[in-house]
């Protein structure tokens, strides 16, 4: 209620009145304008992303026992259970298996069904929508409706039934547990993938096919040579987002399978909740998610300088 | 000019913010007002909630320094990890049921309060007549931590309409001729099963991951998970071979229980019988189908029980942990603990009859009550419970994994369960 006018301020009590150029310019009020008009978001980026992520370091180096409410630091006792953990191997290939399915099946899918819709044909807005309307359904109703349909008896194998094959008991089996939980993901967000593709498709200016078809390139052959190099820039996006995504999944995995059978789909972060919230062991768990962070890290650098190799060209 | 005014607004509007958060952090950690206590349970069950609150509002007439107690809810398939979680971020319930499977963890880690004191004290609590059988999972070095509220046995829920259909006898009168054993009692589910095309037995919460509802199955062949101690696995024992040997014939052979992956509720009418505990009977609906509920059938180690259980505490972290513990012992004393039997079977000795059982639980008939609850609770073995459960659990739960293929090797899967979880027990 006492607040002063600052842009008077200097005006009336500066130590060298007349002269002195006075303190708010408009550089410096547009200056905290911008300050401030970011600092909501700033702050809750820092509460909420960095605050948690110098934490994270933080618990990694105790034993955090939330029952007995003991919190003692152990210097890296985690990272030594690290190298001995039994099931880390299992954890880290089920993690692999699941990233490197999920990212050619659903790159693939997506930039063939791109191909596909991009053509000038009847009904291919109705297509569009059909593909893309998965991207909206809440991910866990998604899951659930799957996991009743990869039931022993659930609707998938009716329908096999019906033309007389005996389908697999998809999420208890230890191959195609995995194979399932990749599928469900990939139909759940190929739409997306597939509207960025179709977009690039539609920037490739339609004269440099005319070219080609005048020097008599086949079409595999302008698909290899004009749209895979006009679009890499997306098909650069596209795959960052998928590989970072992969290695996120948790809520697939706790609806469908719960990590098993077995371990077969215990991935990272479904496993590093387990020994959080499930075993109590909050100080490990930290450690598995510095692990993830890593990882995580390692792969975006590695995409992002590979793609002087094989991006065409960067706008 | 512009700029300027933009400017003033932000600083006036952050500095808004910042008093209302000021005013609010003030409020919460204001602790002089009368407490607000909340205990977190597992059942959503109206007619549960409603007689909670009544006994919460009885209290609260009288305990003016206690403004409101709620009862909060939490699901069942996740609820010691959501209890766990509240505590870890510093919003710890003032009272919660535990799980038997996480009462050593509970007991042990020092997050209860000791509640013997408390309970001794109470005017007419009659602490004595607790049954000392039932007590002895929540208490740690001569300490109570935990009110066992419900002691809670499996049974046999059967639907006799289906039993019937298939032309079989019913467990009653298998009972009555001295045939109730695991042998005819998965017969006479793989008949009703095949004939109504619905599922046979189903061991209720078991779904291929609940293995320790198992025990309900494997009791009878003497097997246990693991020695008294807990230090030594029984998953490759000779009994825990010819049990799980005999449940996978059951299951892939004579197909009288639902594989893997198949969904079938009793209650619902899916399947001819269920093992569960008694105080499911409340999910019976009036006029569905015929039922009855028996003991367990008799393994080749003859009859035995098994229970569940579950406790009442008080956490420790509780700012009102003093008023928390006096409504527990309200909550728990002779008169309440009577009108709570009609759901959960208490563990007051002058209270386990048939006939003071009866008067609360209308749908079970005296002699019900007696062979399956009160023989059941002073017999009963209790579910499977470890330090450290919730590790071993997944554990195993991974290592029979393999087992419930119709081709597995029995015994190498159960050797390699012990392989798994024998350095967890060792600890």
Redesign the interface.
Known sequence: MTQTDTRVGPATAGPAPGRARPFWTTRRRDQLTGYLFITPQLLGSAVFVILPLVLVVWYSLHEWNVLAGTFDFVGTDNYQALADDPNLGAVLRATGLFSVGLVVLNLGLALLLAVLLNQKLRGTILFRTLFFSPVVVSLVAWTIVWGFLLQDNGGLNSLLDTVGIDGPNWLRGEGTAMVSVIVVQVFKNVGLNMVLFLAALQGVPAELYEAAQVDGASRLRQFWRITVPLISPTIMLTSIITVVGSLQVFAQIAVLTQGGPGTSTTVLVYYLYQQAFQFHHFGYGATLSIVLFAIVLALTVLQWQMRKRWVFHES | MR??K???G???A?AGALALTACGGGGESADSGPAKLRMTVWSANEAHLKLFNEIADEYRKNHPDVAEIKFDPLPFDNYT?TL??Q??GGNAPDLAWVFENSAP??VA???LQPLDDTLKKAEGYQYEDLSPATLKLWQNDGKLYAYPFSTSPFGVFVNTDMVKKAGQKTPAELIAAGQWTWDNALATAAAAGAKSGKAGLVIRDFD??GWDNLSTFWTGWGAQAWSEDGKTCGFNSPEMVEAMTTLHKATFTQKALP?????ADFFAGDSAMTVTQISRASLLKDGGFGWDLVPLPAGPKGNYAVVGQAGLGVM??SPHAKQAADFLAFFTNPTNSAKLAQFFPPPRQSQLTAETLAKTNPKLKPEQLQKVVIDGITNGVVKPNHA?Q??LS?QV???L??L?QPNADIKAVLDGVCAKIQPLLAK
């Open positions: 700029a300027g933009a400017l003033r932000v600083a006036v952050l990890t766990t979680t505590i870890a963890d509970f880690s020092g997050a291929y991951k594989g893997p992956g198949t969904t420790k972290k450290g919730a590790e997944q739960r991974a290592g994994d393999p419930w």
